[in-house]
């Protein structure tokens, strides 16, 4: 069945943002004066809802030290954007391109663990927001790996599951697409390789967003 919407997921497949996140989530530890994780179990969790990803990479904290970290962050994401400190993110290069030929053939969404005013705020400055019908956050529904998300843009689309394809760098959209039984499409440009991702059944796996238009040729095709 051809497909008929597209839902893409943010940070590590449209937007490079990698350096921000894990930029704030040290400054956060350093100034509470709490231990500073590696780059490494930072980049582990993007993808995930803020409340998950600080329960992941503080596991010892108390309740309140997550929490005081979590509002921390916040204030330094926040800051970091107004001040320009550094620059935030950018797009992946040929975003823009290929967003404008997919527009007039399919529909498209967007699945983050971002929250709402951060993924407003981003679209905005990207000039992006034109070109996406419906998104949902992590704050307004349930975190990834579950399903809800999906669940929830596939009916207000209108779309059954075979007739869209999730768009994503992390374990956390594929296991996402395979429990709400949607195809899922890896890419490997953003947060994981390609031999993290390919163990979770990935219907395929790009190396850039520009091979998007030609996988998707030969996939609706197929």
């Not at 051809?2 to 940070?11: N, T």
């Not at 490494?40 to 990479?57: F, H, M, N, P």
């Not at 391109?97 to 971002?114: C, P």
């Amino acid at each position: 069945m051809p497909l008929k919407l597209l839902i893409f997921d943010w940070d590590g497949t449209l937007v490079n943002s990698t350096a921000h996140i894990v930029f704030c989530v040290q400054q956060a530890a350093a100034e509470l004066n709490q231990p500073i994780p590696e780059d490494i179990a930072i980049k582990k969790v993007i993808g995930l809802g803020l409340v998950e990803s600080i329960d992941a990479i503080a596991p010892g904290a108390t309740p309140n030290e997550r929490a005081t970290l979590m509002q921390k962050y916040r204030e330094i994401y926040w800051k970091t954007w107004d001040e320009a400190v550094i620059h935030p993110e950018t797009l992946f290069e040929g975003v823009l391109d290929v967003l404008k030929i997919l527009q007039g053939e399919y529909q498209l969404a967007i699945a983050t663990g971002k929250h709402r005013q951060g993924l407003e705020k981003s679209l905005k400055i990207h000039n992006l927001s034109s070109f996406f019908i419906s998104t949902r956050t992590a704050d307004e529904t349930e975190s990834k790996p579950s399903p809800r998300m999906l669940y929830e843009l596939l009916k207000e689309m209108r779309v059954g599951p075979e007739e869209a394809l999730m768009i994503g760098d992390t374990e956390y959209d594929l296991e996402m697409a395979t429990s709400a039984k949607v195809p899922a499409l890896a890419v490997s440009y953003g947060t994981r390789s390609r031999e993290q991702l390919l163990p979770f059944a990935p219907v395929g796996c790009i190396d850039t967003i520009k091979e998007l238009i030609p996988w998707l040729k030969q996939y609706d095709h197929s």
